[in-house]
């Protein structure tokens, strides 16, 4: 089956810690996404990367630092300078064709909480 | 600036009981629409995309439209599981990024 993995489900923070978050994809897609979203606001974008090696900061990238060394893997660390790090965290993809609509998929979510 | 507005914020249902939620949106060139459904602890689940005015989708009790300015999704005699949040997108000015509205939050009472 192909489809986007994000693990864990549910992840545990202390104070000072970096953590980081795993996306898996095996859609063969070019371009993918980390989105936050908490009550009331929508999704924001924190970094995106339209290929291997490469990547754009969001709307919300402070705190906040990714990696693209495989086409498959977009991990996303959340560091200690992100103060406010609960939320839910989406990470999603798309092919990048050249059609001005290709359809972002999304993964199952990460759930981040602070101890 | 660009921007997606949806409306109502939240919408109570009997079920059976047809109506509609609005997407606008303010963007520079619009180059489509995407309706996604989203419900709670899960991650959006892609329902249609909308390509030019005029156009529409539909799919079991949906019925996406699209005009100049908003698209509609009509909801005829919802049921239950037709209770989510339902969110709308527009690709920004560079097509790398959306545009998202903050959802309508549908509830199905059976």
């Known amino acids: 089956d192909g489809g986007i993995t994000q693990s864990p489900k549910y992840l545990f923070r202390k104070e000072g810690q970096n953590v980081t978050l795993s996306c898996e994809q095996n859609l063969n897609h070019d371009a993918m996404y980390w989105y936050r979203q908490d009550p009331g606001q929508g999704l924001r974008l924190i970094y995106y990367s339209q290929i291997v090696n490469d990547f754009q900061k969001g709307d919300i990238a402070e705190g906040y630092s990714v990696s693209r060394e495989k086409k498959e893997s977009f991990p996303l660390t959340v560091t200690s300078a992100q103060k406010n790090p609960t939320a839910f965290y989406l990470c999603a993809s798309r092919r990048t064709s050249g059609r001005a609509l290709e359809t972002q998929y999304f993964g199952p979510g990460t759930r981040l909480l602070v101890l | ?110």
């Open chain 2, 1 to 110: 600036e660009d921007q997606v507005t949806q409306s109502p914020e939240a919408l109570r249902l009997q079920e059976g009981e047809s109506s509609s939620l609005n997407c606008s949106y303010t963007v520079s060139g619009l180059r489509g629409l995407f309706w996604y459904r989203q419900d709670p602890g899960k991650g959006p689940e892609f329902l249609f995309t909308l390509y030019s005015a005029g156009e529409e989708k539909e799919k079991e009790r949906l019925k996406a439209t699209l005009t100049k300015k908003e698209s509609f999704l009509h909801i005829t005699a919802p049921k239950p599981e037709d209770s989510a949040t339902y969110l709308c997108a527009v690709p920004g000015g560079n097509n790398r990024k959306l545009i998202w509205g903050l959802g309508t939050s549908l509830a199905v009472n059976p």
